[in-house]
């Protein structure tokens, strides 16, 4: 088993960027990680996710805009996000830890606490 704890969330202006990251332990960082994204209703949506060969896969509306990468020295993996927008607010969660692939509805049962993110216009 393992743990994974978000940061870097925060509020900033449409068109702003942040970067969150997720650390992890155990031996969840040599299997497929992901952030999903939890809006006002109860569903958590996948944004990006990237499985131990590097390759990643993002939600429609994240692409152009938010980068998934890992850093394997450090453990952990990173969600660039460039050019937010309002609808990119909800709280954002690290999962991992299971074979994959990440979609809506299939998702690792370890979840990090989930850190805010806050686009005003």
């Known amino acids: 088993q393992g743990s994974l704890m978000e940061s870097g969330g925060g509020q900033v202006q449409a068109g702003g960027n942040l970067t969150l990251a997720c650390a992890s332990s155990?031996?969840?960082?040599?299997?497929?990680l992901g952030w999903y994204r939890q809006g006002p209703g109860p569903q958590r949506v996948l944004v990006a996710s990237i499985d131990e060969s590097g390759r990643s896969n993002y939600r429609e509306s994240a692409k152009g805009r938010f980068t998934i990468s890992r850093d394997n020295a450090k453990n952990t993996v990173y969600l660039y996000m460039n050019d937010l927008k309002p609808e990119d607010t909800g709280v954002y969660y690290c999962?991992?830890?299971?074979?994959?692939?990440?979609?809506?509805?299939?998702?690792?049962?370890?979840w990090g606490q989930g850190t805010q993110v806050t686009v005003f216009s």
């Open positions: 999962n991992g830890g299971c074979r994959g692939p990440l979609t809506d509805y299939d998702m690792c049962s370890t």
């Open positions: 155990g031996s969840f960082f040599t299997k497929v």
